[in-house]
T-cell receptor, first 112, second 114 residues
Framework: DQQVKQNSPSLSVQEGRISILNCDYT??????FLWYKKYPAEGPTFLIS?????DKNEDGRFTVFLNKSAKHLSLHIVPSQPGDSAVYFCAASARYNNDMRFGAGTRLTVKP | EPEVTQTPSHQVTQMGQEVILRCVPI?????FYWYRQILGQKVEFLVSFYNNEISEKSEIFDDQFSVERPDGSNFTLKIRSTKLEDSAMYFC????????????FGPGTRLTVT
């Protein structure tokens, strides 16, 4: 099941710089997209979401961009902080069932 | 702040044994889910549950798996005869739909099958 793809398994950035995490999807029925943050031995924590009727959603240091024509979304974290170090999962759902499909995750490391 | 809780946090069982993983979703949520994550791999959808019945299930959710909402608060996942490859973190999630479509996850149960 490769409906949601995160092609970068890891990303390392310097504190204070921008982190950009990317995600692609294949199912055109997806109309709601989410980013979750996950620490080891914990459940995924909801971070930010975007509906397909928008192309940008911002919440503090976190911004999600959606490019529907390219079936691509990205999460920007500005400025990055060491506490942002975690695995970030992209997820998508379709209105007809609300079941989510996850990408494989990107491990973000923010270096002090 | 309301949260999803799961018990136990870690379950060790022998191959062939039955296990029941328990979840208490957020109280006003109506949709319930189970996911699993095998070590180092992606979070995989298992099953969704709404209005006391399964709405959708993945190919992973075979006849060895079942879900139940035995009362107004608990949501359980039963694995009838565990296999070594069932070893994973199992996450419960719930959804309200009153706002957005964000699912809220519990802390997970680590299942180890020996």
């Amino acid at each position: 099941d490769q409906q949601v793809k995160q092609n970068s398994p890891s990303l390392s950035v310097q504190e204070g710089r921008i982190s950009i995490l990317n995600c692609d999807y294949t199912n055109s029925m997806f109309d709601y997209f989410l980013w979750y943050k996950k620490y080891p031995a914990e459940g995924p924590t909801f971070l930010i979401s975007i509906s397909s009727i928008k192309d940008k959603n911002e919440d503090g240091r976190f911004t999600v961009f959606l490019n529907k024509s390219a079936k691509h979304l990205s999460l920007h974290i500005v400025p990055s902080q060491p506490g942002d170090s975690a695995v970030y999962f992209c997820a998508a759902s379709a209105r007809y069932n609300n079941d989510m499909r996850f990408g494989a995750g990107t491990r973000l490391t923010v270096k002090p | 702040e309301p949260e999803v809780t799961q018990t136990p946090s870690h379950q060790v069982t022998q191959m062939g044994q039955e296990v029941i993983l328990r979840c208490v979703p957020i109280s006003n949520h109506l949709y319930f889910y189970w996911y699993r994550q095998i070590l180092g791999q992606k979070v995989e959808f298992l099953v969704s549950f709404y209005n006391n019945e399964i709405s959708e299930k993945s190919e992973i959710f075979d006849d060895q798996f079942s879900v139940e909402r035995p009362d107004g608060s608990n949501f359980t996942l039963k694995i009838r005869s565990t296999k070594l490859e069932d070893s994973a973190m199992y996450f419960c999630a719930s959804l309200s739909l009153a706002g957005g479509r964000e699912q809220y996850f519990g802390p997970g149960t680590r299942l180890t099958v020996t």
